[in-house]
């Protein structure tokens, strides 16, 4: 491990957004008590040869297994997997997947470009039977960013505009276009030009809303995007996760509100739900929470499985535009051992009940949380919609004064990570909980215990 990577935690606020880092002194400090010399060899090796970056490079720890909700180290610790960067909806290497994947293997492992199979097009049409309205289109890529990529360019030529208006701390990826439109400005530091015709506005996040409509949102943030729709114009596409994962859940009449205003000015609205899609918000897609239909929505992450890599970008009937163009090929597109992973993981998902047990296990939780708030002065609230859940970690002055409990959230998290819960930290300080739609209650349980017991700790300190 490099010793130069270490950094006061103080100074890191404006990369934290996506996720804690790997540039701070706690994380050096877990690391020192917890990791033998074989697990550090490895992680040697690792850094010294993988490009370096905050949020990936060099490496917490490694590990030797995944299975349903947990992760297990190296070292063989395991841990409740309440991240799992949200591919884990089936469940770590569902067997029903692998089951899937190898009988694809033996048949049918590669589909070049020209030419179709049979798993791509069964995907395909499952995937529009799941979808409401004339979501009837598909175009599927190997990663949420790509596929988002897709999205600009078929909403750029169904329009004949150029401009997108997404939500200020949105993320869609890592790639140059994904970045122009994603709301985290750590991520465009020093990187040079972009796409032009990206603008930001607020989220509807009440805790941080620059218009301090307080702890419900008054939809200033959604009559501020409309005014933005109609100043410019010309916008080819609103972008938006339809709930940021940290989660803040926006009244259904922020959505109608921006549907509308979309419709009056032209534009598309394009939803986001790659880690929150497949059913975690306890509905198939989010957006039927709010009573609004999309013009496109962008799935991945879990859509192979957990195992292999895979997005889709759905699209109404109305946007098969571009017939006469050359819009570019992914060379994975049509994989038939990818699509045979995705077809798999939505039988399971139907077969399962994983939507419905999503919404109940959130109903049996988020009140669970609301008593931990109520026991912890550190929690300054806490939100969920199905099994998408955040604690957040801040002190509220008297005048309601927000200050994000940055350096405690960190603790809690390594806290968490000695008594075996994984989780990740979005924005600083909330404590972002995806497991996998799998877990049972008493997983579930267990990890509350966790949380109760490090957010009690750090208190204490
Ligand atoms: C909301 C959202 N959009 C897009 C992406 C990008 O997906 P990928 O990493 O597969 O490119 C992510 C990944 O974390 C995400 O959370």
């Not at 799935?299 to 109305?318: M, Q, V, Y």
Request: aromatic content about 6%; hydrophobic content about 45%.
């Amino acid at each position: 491990m490099s010793k130069n990577t270490s950094a006061d935690a103080g100074n890191l606020d404006a990369f934290r957004s996506e996720g804690d880092l790997n540039l701070s002194s706690q994380r050096d400090q877990w690391q020192a008590e917890h990791l033998g010399a074989p697990t550090r060899a490895l992680l040697a090796k690792d850094a010294s040869l993988f490009l370096h970056q905050s949020l990936s490079t060099p490496c917490l720890n490694a590990l030797r297994r995944v299975e349903g909700a947990w992760i297990e180290d190296v070292e063989g610790r395991r841990y409740l997997d309440f991240h799992g960067n949200c591919v884990h909806q089936v469940g770590f290497a569902n067997p029903k997947v692998i089951a899937a994947i190898k009988r694809q293997l033996d048949e049918l492992p590669f589909c070049p470009r020209r030419y179709t199979c049979e798993p791509a097009v069964r995907l395909a049409a499952k995937l529009t039977e799941l979808a409401p309205g004339d979501l009837k289109r598909v175009s599927f890529t190997t990663g949420g960013a790509t596929a988002i990529g897709m999205a600009l360019k078929y909403a750029r030529v169904a329009t004949g505009r150029f401009k997108f208006v997404s939500l200020w701390d949105s993320f869609h990826g890592a790639s140059l276009d994904a970045i122009s439109i994603g709301g985290e400005a750590a991520f465009r530091q020093g990187i040079g030009p972009l796409l032009p015709g990206c603008e930001h506005v607020p989220p509807p996040e009440p805790m941080r809303c620059p218009f301090g409509c307080g702890r419900t949102c008054n939809l200033t943030c959604a009559n501020y995007l409309e005014y933005v729709l109609a100043k410019e114009g010309d916008v080819a596409a609103v972008v938006a996760e339809t709930v940021r994962n940290t989660p803040f859940i926006p009244p259904p009449e922020y959505w109608q509100r921006i549907r509308a205003a979309c419709d009056k000015h032209g534009t598309l609205l394009i939803l986001d739900e790659i880690p929150i899609g497949l059913g975690r918000s306890g509905k198939f897609f989010a957006f039927e929470h709010f009573g609004i239909l999309p013009d496109m929505v962008v799935l991945g992450k879990g859509l192979g499985g957990g195992i292999l890599p895979l997005a889709a970008l759905l699209t109404r009937e109305s946007l098969n535009v571009a017939g006469h163009m050359a819009l570019g090929h992914f060379t994975h597109e049509k994989n038939p051992v990818a699509c045979a992973a995705g077809l798999a993981t939505l039988e399971v998902i139907q077969e399962e009940r994983l939507v419905e047990r999503a919404a109940a296990l959130g109903a049996y939780a988020l009140p669970k949380l609301r008593e931990l708030a109520a026991r912890h002065p550190l929690v300054a609230d806490v939100r969920g919609l199905g099994l998408l859940l955040g604690i957040e970690l801040a002190k509220v002055g008297p005048e309601g004064v927000f200050q994000p409990a940055v350096a405690a959230a960190e603790r809690v998290m390594y806290e968490s990570l000695k008594r075996g819960l994984n989780f990740k930290v979005t924005m600083g300080n909330v404590l972002t909980l995806t497991p996998a739609l799998t877990i049972t209650r008493a997983e579930l349980d267990q990890a509350l215990q966790i949380l109760d017991e490090a957010i009690g700790m750090v208190e204490k300190e």
